[in-house]
């Protein structure tokens, strides 16, 4: 390493993230939009630019703003489905081209969006394959959906579809599911659909083999057609996880080694490993000893924690570190550009440093 930083940082590779964009872009047959809660970094929000994202899906006026910022004619989707009359004034302001709704109150409050705007309704249904679900804090089931789709219709509204199957899935079933039942409730209701948002919920790269995207855009694509035939509506798609994680490796580096094998990192669960709590550590995860040597030794099960003083700052589940790990030492995780610094806190004075930008991250 040419560098040797004392507090945890972000190394970020524009290419990755450009030609994950691409990706994105070449095999999903409809509007790719970017997730900015994933990561709002500026250098982010600049290269999916660059690489020719032009519709983002913001949670807050804030979010708004950092894409306005970095490109002030991008198309904006607010598909956080709970607002308040304040952030509706701010959406429609900044000229919001999508929202979604997930009762009827929350289409009411929407009365000041100029008519014939985008309004999808978000549908929820009990699908497995994700690793962990959205739908107990938002969204709609069938019956209810089309209630509300019609309202939407009757209001002036351009009607919608969205779902989002869950966070860090790869299973094309799930996608197709919904799809089934999107159609489902567009029939019932009476109602075409100007477009469907199949959501993000697209997994990176944390363990194991690379999740295989095109299998899912495929999937998506044939039960599209198959299930709205003539009627089929255009598609969006919104990933977060999937569009960042890979352009950015997390370097930790170890405080302390324990008698009992503990190991104390200069970043914890506090920081950029939050979501570690929640989802698992990932499996691609490198040592290298402080002048860059890598280390070989036989893996042994360590209890990793993070540096503050809260003893609740720990992995829930040991790591497979080499065993001749020794203080000084950098612990590199891949794929954790996701998160990590939308996440993190400074408390007791920890947390990320800057962002370095890098050619490469092998």
Known sequence: MRQAPDSAVLYFCPATLQATARRFQ???DGLVTYAVKANPGEEVLGNLVAAGIRAFDVASPREMYAVRAVCPDAVLHYNNPVRSP????????????SYSVDCPRELDKLTPVPRGTEVSVRLALPVAGAAYDFGEKFGVGPEAAVALLREVAARGFTPALTFHPGTQCDDPAAWGAYIVEAAKVARDAGVPLARMNVGGGFASHRRGAAPDLEAIFAHIRA????????????????????????????ATRVKALRGGGAIFLNDGVYGGLTEVRDIGAPDRISVLSGDGVARQGAPVERVVFGPTCDSIDRLPDPLPLPGDIDEGDYILFDGMGAY????????NGYGLSDVVTVASLS
């Open 340 to 347: 990590t610094r939308s996440l993190t806190t400074r408390f």
């Open 86 to 97: 304040e952030e509706v004034a701010v959406a429609v302001r900044l000229g919001v081209a």
């Open 26 to 28: 070449a095999g999903f």
């Open 223 to 250: 039960e599209v057609d198959r299930c709205f035939g003539d009627q089929a509506p255009g598609l969006v798609c919104e990933p977060g996880r999937a569009m960042v994680a890979d352009a950015f490796t997390l």
